[in-house]
């Protein structure tokens, strides 16, 4: 019922900054929460950051508080996460995920995922 697309990845050198957006289609987007969650290589999928339906609450791991913030803009059907001072050990593929429910730091609770978008951040 929802796709999504992950784009805004790419290189960027220690220290810098990226954001990423994901873009949601086939269903009112303000009714799902969202989150992201990223895989470095030989990794679990691990989770990042959440917000819920209407962005009035949002969660960090503790790894990105304070240098990572995730926002969403519903008229435009989409959610970013703004990325900064990024560190080499945070290179890994970033998903995007949405539930009908509300937010949450668990990959199982989702339903719906995106691609994935490269992050690679060099030393």
């Known amino acids: 019922q929802v796709q999504l697309v992950e784009s805004g990845g790419g290189l960027v050198q220690a220290g810098g900054s990226l954001r990423l957006s994901c873009a949601a289609s086939g269903r009112t987007f303000s009714t799902y929460a969202a989150g992201w969650f990223r895989q470095a290589p030989g990794k679990g999928r691990e989770f990042v950051a959440t917000i819920s339906r209407v962005g009035s609450t949002t969660y960090y791991a503790d790894s990105v508080k304070g240098r990572f913030t995730i926002s969403r803009d519903n008229a435009k059907n989409t959610v970013y996460l703004q990325m900064n001072s990024l560190k080499p050990e945070e290179t890994a593929v970033y998903y995007c995920?949405?539930?009908?429910?509300?937010?949450?730091?668990?990959?199982?609770?989702?339903?719906?995922w995106g691609q994935g978008t490269q992050v690679t951040v060099s030393s």
């Open positions: 995920a949405a539930r009908f429910s509300g937010s949450s730091t668990r990959e199982e609770d989702y339903n719906y």
